[in-house]
Nanobody, 122 residues
Framework: QVQLVESGGGLVQAGGSLRLSCEGSGRTLSSAVMGWFRQVPGKAREFVAAISGSGGFTWYGDCVRGRFTIYRDNAKNTMYLQMNSLEPQDTDVYYC???????????????WGQGTQVTVSS
């Protein structure tokens, strides 16, 4: 079984930065695509970014491309999301996920974390 635990969320002013972490335990996900999604209550989960097992390929949602960077450290079984130039509309609960079932941008992954809140004030 795999457990994913996010950390690094919090409150930041617009224009600021945060770095989210997603640490995996249990079976290693070092060969699996992993991703970040975000969601506010009542809305569909939105794709943010994904990264291949080796880290050589990355994908980004249009809303974050150029501002966010996804990377991973397989030796630590940890994935990161560096978020720069944050905007109030980035306020959401951010979820990490591992091993997609139907493509990297579809919110149908085998493993999910519990989420971490990111709030950006104007």
């Amino acid at each position: 079984q795999v457990q994913l635990v996010e950390s690094g969320g919090g409150l930041v002013q617009a224009g600021g930065s945060l770095r989210l972490s997603c640490e995996g335990s249990g079976r290693t996900l070092s060969s699996a695509v992993m991703g970040w999604f975000r969601q506010v209550p009542g809305k569909a989960r939105e794709f943010v970014a994904a990264i291949s097992g080796s880290g050589g390929f990355t994908w980004y949602g249009d809303c974050v491309r150029g501002r966010f960077t996804i990377y991973r450290d397989n030796a630590k079984n940890t994935m990161y999301l560096q978020m720069n130039s944050l905007e109030p509309q980035d306020t959401d609960v951010y979820y990490c996920a591992g091993r997609p079932r139907r493509g990297v941008v579809v919110d149908d992954y085998e493993y999910w974390g519990q989420g971490t809140q990111v709030t950006v004030s104007s």
